[in-house]
């Protein structure tokens, strides 16, 4: 027991705290966990990807920056400033901050439960006509004390609460690193939808140009009295369709960029500075290094978040069953009363005298035994709730490994189809070119011309599509593999303008700290290895 209070200490009182203390090391000596201890769910995954190609290695993953296999700096520089703007991000990132907090209050519950001191000073009257009243019908008292009570932790429950809480802190964590995943995914994959929109516009508007002549050349071979007005017509039809692609084009732009600005959180005006100089749409790396699914497993977010829950639902069976037991408290009170009653005086130095010190100290046990089967239910409840985050774990383990598959797949495919349309999209120029030569000659009619110009118009734009394509399936598989939540490696995970702020309204200790730890390694991981993917697979 601890005395606060400014008063002189007496053997007595250091009796008292050597024997309060005794007691307590010996009984938290004996302390055990009910309940069963938590063990990862079991979740079974392919030795290998489903489908191989010279493109694609099992070797370890490089996709912690993904977005630099692209070689493009815009995008890198995007991505970078995403990371540090993104609202949806920054609101993640509070929820982090709110974990820790919380899991400061499971630690305190560890520690005497109840502690106050209290004063009191009352001046009294009795009333004289009462048979029973004191002699003394007026006087003045005053109390000082100390208070505590401490309900030991037999059985564990404290401790697994602290275990729940380190779990949900950990939680707080992959799912921020999830935010993060889908941040830097869509950015990258607005981006690419953006050049990938430029360059079908660029191609769209040479179609008109190409398109044009054609169509002044059948109007000037008309007049001449050399083709019929069905040749000026085609012609015309077939400009004004493309020209109708352009408008559209820039309509779907124009939401891109403002979809892109809302990423970054900042206005579309800004944007088109940091978008000028690009190199058009980014192309994919020969050869891509994902690794094994294994690696999946450590690298996803979610599942780290899934594996988190299922072992935080996991320590609620060992509080519920906590309470089947007797719950034993140690609690004491140790001040000062006196009064002047009796002709005595009142003052500080009575108060604070030897004889005035009041002091109690002792055990107390309570045992709920007629629950009628409440708490075993209560700990039934837990233990089919850890079941379902069990089971929600491995289903989430099985959804992650089908992205990948999936989006690996589409990846080859893309590729393979951008071999085909950029072969297809050749052949069509130069059908186009021999077909208006031809024409020219008079050789052939103009319908021939017209089609080999719509047939070059459509390929082409195949082809950017299926370029931007390419880019966008290989992110998605980098996404898939939870590439990117390492860029937050050595930072904190809210900004320092925030902290600030927040640091103005309340007295958080060290808990914004960049080198918050707690006494453990949840909340920054090493570049070689971090914690929260330890627990997790």
Same mark, same amino acid.
């Given at each position: 027991m @601890? ?5 002189k200490a007496? #053997? ?5 705290v ?6 307590? !090391?010996?009984?938290l ?21 489903l ?8 070797? /370890?993953?490089?996709?912690r ?15 970078n400033?995403?990371?540090? +703007?993104?609202l ?5 990132? &509070?929820? !982090? ?15 005497p439960q109840?502690?106050e001191?209290?004063?009191d000073?009352?001046?009294n009257?009795?009333? @004289? ?8 019908p007026?006087?003045? @008292?005053a ?13 564990g429950?404290?401790?697994r609460n ?15 690193d ?8 869509? !950015?990258?994959l ?5 050049r990938t ?31 019929s ?12 369709n493309?020209k ?5 084009f ?6 891109a ?6 990423? *970054? ?19 994919a790396p020969?050869?891509v ?7 999946l497993?450590?690298r996803r977010?979610?599942?780290r ?23 034993v408290?140690?609690g004491g ?11 005595l ?5 009575n ?11 002792g /055990? ?10 409440r708490i075993?239910?209560?700990k039934?409840? +837990? ?10 774990y +491995?289903?989430t383990? &099985? +959804? ?6 999936s989006?690996?797949?589409?990846? *080859?495919?893309?590729?393979?189809q &951008? ?8 052949n ?23 089609i ?30 939870g ?23 309340? =007295? ?16 920054f #991981?090493?570049?070689d290895? =971090? ?7």
């Amino acid at each position: 027991m @601890k005395k606060r209070l400014t008063a002189k200490a007496t #053997p007595a009182h250091l009796v008292l705290v050597v024997i309060t203390a005794a007691v307590l !090391v010996m009984a938290l000596g004996g302390c055990m966990m009910v309940g069963p201890d938590y063990t990862r769910p079991t979740a079974e995954v392919n030795d290998s990807w489903l489908e191989a190609s010279p493109t694609i290695s099992d070797e /370890p993953a490089e996709v912690r920056e993904w977005w630099t296999s692209f070689n493009d700096p815009v995008m890198t520089a995007l991505v970078n400033k995403a990371y540090e +703007q993104n609202l949806t991000l920054r609101a993640a990132g &509070l929820r !982090v901050i709110q974990a820790r907090a919380a899991r400061g209050i499971s630690v305190g519950e560890f520690f005497p439960q109840e502690q106050e001191i209290s004063a009191d000073y009352s001046k009294n009257k009795i009333s @004289k006509n009462d048979l029973n009243n004191p002699p003394f019908p007026r006087f003045k @008292k005053a109390e000082l004390s100390f208070d505590a009570v401490w309900e030991l932790d037999l059985w564990g429950k404290f401790r697994r609460n602290i275990n729940a809480a380190d779990a949900a802190l950990l939680g707080s964590i992959a799912d921020y690193d999830d935010v993060l995943v889908s941040l830097v995914a869509e !950015v990258g994959l607005v981006y690419v939808e953006i050049r990938t929109l430029e360059r079908r516009i660029d191609l769209a508007k040479e179609n008109v140009r190409i398109q044009q002549k054609s169509f002044e050349l059948a109007v000037a071979r008309f007049r001449n009295g050399a083709v019929s007005k069905l040749d000026v017509t085609e012609a015309g039809s077939t400009l004004a369709n493309t020209k109708s692609t352009v408008p559209d084009f820039e309509s779907s732009l124009r939401t891109a960029k403002l979809s892109l600005g809302v990423l *970054l959180g900042q206005s579309v005006s800004d944007l088109e500075k940091e978008l000028a100089g690009g190199t058009g749409i980014p192309s994919a790396p020969s050869e891509v290094t994902i690794g094994v699914p294994a690696d999946l497993l450590r690298r996803r977010p979610d599942v780290r978040s899934a594996e988190r829950a299922a072992a935080f639902q996991s320590e609620q069976i060992g509080i519920a069953a906590a309470d089947l037991f007797p719950s034993v408290s140690v609690g004491g009170s140790l001040g000062y009363e006196a009064s002047d009653a009796g002709n005595l005086s009142l003052g500080t130095n009575n108060l604070f005298e030897t004889d005035s010190l009041i002091w109690s100290i002792g /055990p107390s046990l309570t045992w709920p035994i007629l629950n009628y089967g409440r708490i075993m239910n209560n700990k039934r409840v +837990q233990d089919a709730a850890f079941q379902e985050a069990a089971v929600n774990y +491995q289903n989430t383990v &099985l +959804q992650a490994a089908a992205e990948v598959e999936s989006a690996l797949y589409g990846f *080859l495919k893309a590729r393979e189809q &951008l071999v085909y349309l950029t072969e297809s999209s050749e052949n069509s120029r130069r059908s186009f070119e021999l077909s208006r030569i031809q024409y020219l000659e008079g050789q052939t009619d103009f319908l021939r011309v017209d089609i080999a110009a719509e047939a070059l118009s459509q390929q082409q734009d195949k082809q950017a599509t299926a370029e931007g394509l390419v880019a966008t399936t290989l992110i998605s598989a980098y996404k898939a593999l939870g590439g990117g939540w390492e860029l937050r490696r050595g930072h904190e995970f809210v900004p320092q303008e925030t902290v600030d702020e927040m640091k103005e309204r309340t =007295n958080w200790g060290d808990i914004l700290d960049p080198d918050y730890t707690n006494g453990t390694d949840l909340g920054f #991981p090493r570049p070689d290895e =971090n914690n929260e993917t330890q627990r997790a697979p």
